[in-house]
């Protein structure tokens, strides 16, 4: 699936849209593997891939994520990780947004990958 996003066959919106009853599930576990999805997918993206206009829109779903059940706050995180490192998250406000929604509190084990952030 990720090399179909690359190579431009299948849109980044569609497989987001193919995972929407995950990400928004009433199941606490069923959100939990969307959002384990969602980390491969953006784990997998070239540092350029997407645009500013997508990373704000990205960037503001995760920061709402952010603010759900303790359990999904860990895969939240998975796919923050490779967003920092995207093109234009660098240069836009996005990362401002990010690190001011990101005041939550987190069991031990996931506060490392936050800080790596």
Sequence with gaps: MCL???????????VVEALGEKLTSPEIQTRV????????????????????????FIVEFLCDRLKDQ????????LCIQPIVSF??????????HLFHCTKFR???HTRLNSHRV
Excluded: C, W
Aim: glycine share 8%.
């Design 33 to 56: 593997v969307g959002m384990g999805l969602l980390a491969y997918v953006f784990d997998s993206l070239k540092s350029d891939f997407l645009s500013e206009k997508e990373l704000t």
């Design 70 to 77: 303790h359990m999904v706050i860990p895969k939240v995180i």
């Design 87 to 96: 093109f234009f998250f660098a240069r836009s406000l996005g990362q401002l």
């Design 106 to 108: 987190q069991q031990n």
């Design 4 to 14: 179909e996003i690359t190579n431009g066959k299948v849109a980044l919106v569609e």
